[in-house]
């Protein structure tokens, strides 16, 4: 019998096994490999993590460090600051202690000198004190003055002049010209001279001279005059000057004497100067003749009714310092009936006393 020739396909199942064997072992293959590519790559990415942590874990340390160190820092900055401020002042002070040592350098040599003036000084005084002394032993230092009057002028006045600071105040206005109006008018025009001449103003100048002369040696003077305006006879201000200068208080007696009377009476312009003296006076010794005629301004009529200077009067006291002991010596004058009154309840007030003498005193 003869043979079927068989033809050969190539998918025939034997092939086809032969195919997918093969196929299956390549897929295998893969499996195995991409899993152990997975698993080291797993591997990988944990130690990453791992120092990705580690290294945001420094970074947070680091930024902590760094606040710390900033803090430090500004702490340092403003400590030295401080310290600088400090060192400033203390150059400061270190330079103002030497001015201060210099200053004190030169007021030590200063004083040198003034020790040395002050010992020659006392060194004087005290010659001047015991030839006071030697004078009170003999009777001739109890005055500061000698007054040598005619007749006996112990009278029984009341008035003692005491005190440790003691103030004379002379009327040096136009009525002490003469007692009465008329001669009064007649005199102010008169020269200078003639008027210095005066009775009534001699009179005066003789009273400021008795009282100058009555000064205890151990106390303090200062004479004024006043009319619309107050004038010391020392110096150009009220100041107080010892009695134990007789150059001093015979400075004073000279130029009174070269005065003579002229203008209006504000005795308010007298008190006001009074109250700005320090200390205070121990006695006033006013010597006057009639009430003010003018107040702080100038009258705008030429004649004051005697009403109105009572007024004046008033109005003047209330710059009067109140603890001032007021003596009045008063030289009546024509036409001003009040005065009197007026004077002796100031003096009663402020305890001082009431003087009107003779034409003979002092």
């Known amino acids: 019998m003869a043979k079927k020739n068989r033809q050969f396909n190539v998918f025939s199942l034997s092939f086809l096994d032969v195919m997918s064997c093969g196929f299956g072992a390549v897929v295998l293959i893969y499996l195995i490999i991409n899993h152990e590519a ?12 791992s120092e990705v942590r580690m290294l945001d874990y420094q970074v947070q340390q680091g930024q902590k460090n760094l606040f710390e160190i900033q803090e430090a820092l500004d702490s340092a900055l403003s400590k030295l600051a401080t310290t600088r401020s400090s060192l400033a002042a203390l150059n400061e002070d270190v330079l103002q202690k030497e001015r201060t040592l210099e200053d004190l350098k030169e007021n030590s040599d200063a004083k040198e000198q003034n020790l040395d003036e002050l010992s020659s000084d006392i060194a004087a005084r005290e010659e001047e004190v015991k030839r006071l002394r030697a004078q009170a032993e003999d009777g001739a230092g109890v005055q500061a003055r000698s007054f040598a009057g005619e007749g006996d002028r112990q009278y029984l006045t009341g008035l003692k002049v005491g005190g440790s600071h ?3 105040a002379l009327d040096q206005s136009a009525s002490m010209l003469d007692d009465e109006i008329v001669n009064v008018l007649r005199r102010r025009n008169m020269p200078e001279e ?18 100058a002369a009555q000064l205890p040696l ?4 200062e004479i004024l005059t006043f009319n619309t305006d107050v004038t010391p006879l020392i110096g150009p201000a009220p100041a107080w000057h010892p009695v134990s200068d007789a150059n001093k208080l015979d400075q004073a007696i000279r130029e009174l004497k070269g005065m003579s009377p002229d203008e209006g009476t504000a005795i308010v312009k007298l008190f006001s100067a009074i109250a700005g003296m320090n200390p205070l006076p121990d006695n006033l ?23 109105r200077r009572v007024d004046l009067f008033r109005e003047a006291l209330q710059k009067l310092p109140k603890q001032v002991p007021v003596n009045v010596i008063l030289f009546p004058m024509e036409g001003d009936p009040l005065a009197a009154a007026s004077y002796w309840n100031v003096a009663r007030v402020t305890g001082g006393s009431f003087l009107s003498p003779s034409r003979d005193w002092p």
């Open 218 to 221: 151990d106390s303090n003077f």
């Open 194 to 211: 003639r008027k210095r001449r005066a009775p009534k103003w001699q009179r005066a100048l003789r009273t400021v001279e008795w009282l």
């Open 166 to 168: 003691i103030l004379i």
């Open 285 to 307: 010794y006013l010597i006057v003749d009639s009430l003010p005629t003018q107040g702080e301004r100038a009258p705008r009529r030429a004649t004051v009714s005697g009403n």
């Open 38 to 49: 997975q698993q080291e790559k797993t591997t990988v990415s944990k130690d990453q993590l």
